[in-house]
């Protein structure tokens, strides 16, 4: 078993994600995991990523406020425990438009061998 405290959470820098927090629960320097790992971002009134897509599928998880996703064929609000899949090459964009702080849960993949990041 491995436990990550939320608390000691390793904190990770990915590109283009601004007035944002992101912290690693399970995988990469978080421990040890052999198909997945799991994130937490927490995203200022404010926050967002630019409109970007992965090789791999990710699904998100809204924990807590309120959380626009946007993608190239609109957007829609996520709220606490709201979630949604993006698909595999699919681009997308977090915003948070509201006053108040949001925490959104990522889970994702690794990339199979010869597919990018």
């Not at 978080?30 to 009134?45: C, N, R, T, Y």
Request: charged share 20%; proline share 9%.
């Amino acid at each position: 078993m491995n436990v990550t405290r939320f608390e000691e959470a390793p904190e990770y820098f990915p590109p283009n994600h601004f007035s944002m927090r992101c912290v690693r629960l399970q995988g990469h320097e978080a421990g040890p995991a052999e198909s997945l790992w799991l994130g937490v971002s927490a995203i200022e009134p404010g926050g967002y990523t630019t409109l970007d897509a992965s090789p791999v599928e990710k699904h998100y998880v809204v924990l807590e406020g309120q959380v626009t996703v946007v993608t190239g064929e609109g957007e829609v609000a996520l709220s606490a425990f709201d979630s949604c899949r993006l698909a595999p090459g699919e681009r997308r964009a977090l915003q948070n438009r509201s006053g108040r702080p949001a925490k959104i849960l990522l889970a994702m993949p690794f990339p199979q061998p010869g597919h990018g990041r």
